[in-house]
C-alpha cells in the first residue's frame, strides 16, 4: 500500500522524482529534479533530467534560452529569474523627466504644509485626465489619427491613435493606454470626458479613471516629496500629504515663472528641466519648451497658478493671468499659435510664407463674441500691455516648439496636445 501511494505521489511530483522502489520515509526529491518553469512544452513530461534550461543549473548572471536572466541571492539562497525588457528602460528614463505633467500639476495645487488641495477647485480632476493624453503624446504613445480626411472634423473631435503600446511604467499612464488600447477608436474630446466620468452612457461608466488625485498623491509620497499624515477635520480624519521635498516644488514653480515673469522675451531650451537631465548618459530632457508650455496651460486650466504667483504684486499678478490665458489661448490651435506670424501660420502648419503679425485676441472661438474667458477675473481686458516687456513672447515659444517639432517630434503626436489643450480651453464654459 505504501508502495503504491508513493509511485502515485512519484508521478504527480513528476518525472524527475525518485523511483517506486524507495519508500516514504527514504524518498528524497531535490529541488534540481524539478522541471524548469522557463522550459519548453516538450520537455516538461519528458524523463530526461532538464538541467540545461532550470534556473538554478544556470550561472548567475546568464541568459536562457527564452531571453531571460538568472540571479543569485545569497542571503536566501534563491535564484530568480527576470526578463530585462521588463526592467527600467534607459532611453526612456533619459527622454522623460521624474514627475509626470499630472504630479506637476498636483505639487502646485498642494498647500505646502496642509498638504491638500483647495475643496472649492473644480477644475483640476478634469485638467488631471486631459494631462494624462499629454503626457502619453509627449512620450510618442498617442497620436492623431493620419487621416487626410481629418479636418472636416473639429479639433477636439479628431480620433485618437495608440502608435505605441509599450508601457511607461507609470500606473495611472499605464491603466489609460490599455484602456485606450484595447477599446473602440474615440476623439480626443470623448477621452477626456469619459477618463473623468462626464457621460451619461451607463454603458460606458467603466473608462472614468477614479480617485486620481490620491493615487498621485501616493506615488509622491513614493518617491519622497511627499509624507503622509492624518489631520482632523471636526468629525473624521483625513489623510494629508504634507511636501517633504521643496527642491522638487521649487523646479516647477521655476519653469512656470520663467515663462510668465522672466524679463527676456526669448525661450531657452536649457532653461528647462536642468535637474531632470540623465546623469548616466548626460542626454537632457525631450521636449523641454513642449513640456514646460503645457505645464503652464494645464495649471493655468486646473486652477493651481494662484499659489505660484502669490510673491507678486497685484498688477503683476493679473498680468500673468492674462498672459497664461493667451498663451492658452494660442496654442490651443492648429496649426499652434496662428497669431505669431511664423511661417506655415504656426507650429505644424504647412507651407507658406511668414505673414503679418496679426492681433492675437481675434482668433480663437471665445474671442469672437468677446466672452470672457478662464482668466476671466482678470483686470487686463485686452491685449493694451506690451507682451515683451515681462515672459516669454508667443512668436519665441512657437519657434521653440517648431524647433522641437522638427527635430524631436512628430506633427500628429503635436496635433493631439494642440487638442487637449483645446479642450481645457473651453472648460469654464463645460462646468
Not at 517506486?20 to 533530467?49: K, L, W
Not at 489609460?176 to 477599446?183: D, E, P, Q, T, W
Request: glycine share 10%; charged share 25%; net charge neutral.
Amino acid at each position: 500500500m505504501a508502495s503504491t501511494q508513493s509511485s502515485g505521489l512519484q508521478r504527480r511530483r513528476g518525472a524527475g522524482a525518485v523511483s517506486s522502489s524507495a519508500g516514504p520515509s527514504t524518498s528524497h526529491i531535490d529541488e534540481h529534479d524539478f522541471p524548469s518553469r522557463i522550459a519548453s512544452p516538450a520537455n516538461v513530461g519528458s524523463s530526461t533530467p532538464t538541467t540545461s534550461r532550470s534556473p538554478a543549473s544556470l550561472p548567475p548572471g546568464s541568459r536562457s534560452a527564452t531571453g531571460s536572466i538568472t540571479t543569485y541571492n545569497e542571503s536566501t539562497g534563491h535564484r530568480v529569474a527576470y526578463d530585462p525588457r521588463d526592467l527600467n528602460d534607459e532611453k526612456e528614463i533619459g527622454e522623460n523627466p521624474r514627475l509626470t505633467m499630472m504630479e506637476e500639476i498636483l505639487l502646485l495645487g498642494l498647500k505646502d504644509r496642509q498638504g491638500y488641495l483647495s475643496f472649492w477647485n473644480d477644475n483640476i480632476s478634469y485638467t488631471l485626465r486631459g494631462c494624462i493624453l499629454i503626457e502619453l503624446a509627449l512620450r510618442r504613445r498617442i497620436a492623431i489619427t493620419k487621416d487626410p480626411m481629418r479636418k472636416r472634423f473639429g479639433l477636439t473631435e479628431r480620433m485618437v491613435d495608440v502608435v505605441d503600446g509599450k508601457m511607461t511604467g507609470e500606473v495611472l499612464l499605464d491603466e489609460a493606454l490599455k484602456m485606450m488600447k484595447g477599446s473602440e477608436r474615440m476623439s480626443v474630446g470623448q477621452w477626456v470626458d469619459l477618463m473623468s466620468g462626464e457621460t451619461w452612457n451607463v454603458m460606458k461608466i467603466g473608462y472614468q479613471l477614479k480617485q486620481v488625485r490620491e493615487r498621485l498623491a501616493k506615488g509622491l509620497v513614493d518617491k519622497g516629496i511627499l509624507r503622509t499624515e492624518k489631520r482632523n477635520f471636526l468629525l473624521f480624519d483625513m489623510a494629508t500629504h504634507p511636501l517633504n521635498d521643496t527642491s522638487c516644488k521649487d523646479a516647477v514653480l521655476r519653469r512656470v515663472l520663467t515663462l510668465l515673469t522672466s524679463n527676456s522675451p526669448t525661450v531657452h531650451a536649457n532653461s528647462f528641466y536642468k535637474e531632470d537631465a540623465s546623469s548616466s548618459s548626460g542626454r537632457p530632457v525631450a521636449l523641454r519648451v513642449t513640456r514646460a508650455l503645457c505645464l503652464l496651460c494645464c495649471s493655468f486650466s486646473a486652477n493651481v497658478l494662484e499659489n505660484a504667483l502669490n510673491h507678486l504684486s497685484y498688477e503683476a499678478r493679473e498680468s500673468a493671468f492674462q498672459k497664461a490665458d493667451d498663451i492658452l489661448e494660442e496654442f490651443s490651435n492648429w496649426p499652434m499659435a496662428p497669431g505669431s506670424g511664423l511661417a506655415g501660420g504656426g507650429v505644424g502648419g504647412g507651407s507658406g510664407a511668414a505673414g503679418v503679425i496679426t492681433s492675437i485676441s481675434s482668433n480663437g472661438p471665445k474671442a469672437k463674441n468677446g466672452g470672457a474667458r478662464i482668466g476671466e477675473g482678470s483686470m487686463v481686458n485686452d491685449r493694451e500691455y506690451e507682451e515683451g516687456k515681462v515672459g516669454a513672447s508667443v512668436f519665441e515659444l512657437a519657434k521653440a516648439l517648431q524647433k522641437e517639432l522638427e527635430q524631436e517630434g512628430d506633427a500628429f503626436m503635436f496635433e493631439c496636445i494642440a487638442a487637449v489643450l483645446n479642450v481645457l480651453s473651453r472648460m469654464d464654459s463645460l462646468l
